[in-house]
């Protein structure tokens, strides 16, 4: 167990239905990140927040996904209308960001999305 | 950003060394080599990281080439626990992305009894 908590584990839809998922980051930790794996491949990266500032999205994050972080603490992540396209898993990761890219990351389980 | 070039897949008999190459000629000077593990349905997890100077930690051995063209990673004596993927990243200084890391396929590691 890293510490970082992730919710629910498992999501089945049916494609066109929003889905939210819930990421809970170590409590000191005020750098979040969400990635997103599907099979046989690593995982990419789709968004990060500093504290509660989303401050980079990268492509591969459409208008259908929205992510926040209220708080600086927990991060929910929603895909609206969701396509098969859309199963995966997504994972998230903390990390302090003072340390830049001498501090590792720690990931959470995941959620495994399966649309149908 | 630089690249990574890792074999798709490896084998090791358990409680025998395991040295995991990772290719990486694009590397710039500020750039630092990690390692990342992927156990089956869990979530990545942190191996090593270095910049120059060869590394220990209690999972395992970074060994860096004197160019910084190429690393090692070195599992000492594999178990059936380290079967997993092992994804080498390079990390910049720059800070886009807030050093978000870039995984790319990594190798399979596949430990045998």
């Known amino acids: 167990d890293t510490g970082v908590s992730q919710d629910p584990r498992h999501k089945i839809t049916k494609r066109g239905q929003n889905v939210t998922f819930r990421c809970d980051p170590i409590?000191?930790?005020?750098?979040l990140y969400w990635y997103r794996q599907t099979l046989g491949q690593g995982p990419e990266f789709l968004t990060y927040f500093q504290n509660e500032a989303q401050l980079e999205k990268s492509r591969l994050l459409s208008d259908r996904f929205s992510a926040e972080r209220p708080k600086g603490s927990f991060s929910t992540l929603e895909i609206q209308r969701t396509e098969q396209g859309d199963s995966a898993m997504y994972l998230c990761?903390?990390?302090?960001?003072?340390?830049?890219?001498?501090?590792?990351?720690?990931f959470g389980p995941g959620t495994r999305l399966t649309v149908t | 950003d630089a690249k990574t070039t890792q074999p798709n897949s490896m084998e090791s008999n358990e409680e025998e060394p395991v040295h995991l190459p990772c290719n990486h000629s694009t590397i710039s000077g500020t750039d630092y080599i990690h390692w990342y593990r992927q156990l089956p349905s869990q979530g990545p997890e942190y191996v090593i990281h270095g910049l120059t100077s060869n590394v220990n930690n209690r999972m395992a051995s970074l060994a860096i080439a004197e160019d910084r063209k190429s690393s090692t990673l070195i599992l000492h004596r594999a178990t059936l626990r380290d079967a997993a993927v092992y994804y080498c990243i390079l990390r910049g200084t720059n800070s886009n992305s807030g050093y978000a890391l870039n995984f790319g396929k990594g190798t399979s590691l596949l430990v045998t009894p």
């Open positions: 990761a903390s990390s302090l960001a003072e340390l830049g890219p001498l501090y590792e990351q720690y």
């Open positions: 409590s000191e930790h005020n750098r």
